[in-house]
């Protein structure tokens, strides 16, 4: 199994960007996808944004799509999430998820990173 170390949280206001990094190692050969959740405080933990490692095919939360990019670095196993125009209800744990993205869009998740705290101020 893979494991998952992110980067690149903090605390912005309103309007501001920041940009998460995922690193993989260990199994990732064997990975399809991955992908972004967050976790916001007395809230379930819903998916934000996944990419297959092979083609570079994306899927997005309706509630960042336009503001969010996900991207890969297949040589460094690694993936981003670049965050723009950050709305304080985008304030959350992210984590990075190893997992399969369906072609219709839906992701499955199977191992987690340990999380990282984005917080956006008003």
């Known amino acids: 199994q893979e494991q998952l170390v992110e980067s690149g949280g903090g605390s912005v206001q309103a309007g501001g960007s920041l940009r998460l990094s995922c690193a993989a190692s260990g199994r990732t050969f064997s990975t399809d996808a991955m992908g972004w959740f967050r976790q916001a405080p007395g809230k379930e933990c819903e998916f934000v944004a996944g990419i297959k490692w092979s083609g570079g095919i994306t899927a997005y939360a309706g509630s960042v799509k336009g503001r969010f990019t996900i991207s890969r670095d297949n040589a460094e196993n690694t993936v981003y999430l670049q965050m723009n125009s950050l709305k304080p209800e985008d304030t959350a744990v992210y984590y990075c998820?190893?997992?399969?993205?369906?072609?219709?869009?839906?992701?499955?998740?199977?191992?987690w990173g340990q999380g990282t705290q984005v917080t956006v101020s008003s």
């Open positions: 998820a190893a997992g399969t993205l369906s072609y219709s869009g839906t992701y499955y998740p199977r191992s």
